[in-house]
């Protein structure tokens, strides 16, 4: 089922995760879009990082580092949850590679083909 919204001038529109959308623009536009990963939809946005992953999307038509960006996030609710730290922290100017690191392992072991069961 399709919907169609208009969105004026000043509006913002946000949609859960895992919503499929297009976007038309008639006219020329300038448009901010973005995407928010939250402790209230992991799931959904698991799956859509793995499924993009097993499709082989274009890194550059993927949410920036997202298998990253998911990790730590996921590593910041198991610590507000338990208290431990599964990711040691990194010095800012070493924070980059670190993260190259943990994706490319992350990667290797195959873990970002894995698609989470209910």
Known sequence: ?????II??????MLPAGWMH???TPVDSLV???NFIHAR???????IIQHENNLDINKHEKYPQSDETMLHSLNRILHAV???QH???TPRNRQ???LQYVGEQYIKSGNHRNIMSD
């Not at 089922?1 to 919204?5: N, Q």
């Not at 004026?8 to 529109?13: I, M």
């Open 82 to 84: 338990t208290g431990r």
């Open 41 to 47: 939809s992991l799931r959904m946005q698991m799956r």
């Open 87 to 89: 990711i040691r922290p």
């Open 8 to 13: 004026k001038a000043g509006q913002t529109l």
């Open 22 to 24: 297009s976007v038309f």
């Open 1 to 5: 089922r399709c919907t169609r919204v």
């Open 96 to 98: 980059e590679e670190g």
């Open 32 to 34: 901010f879009g973005g």
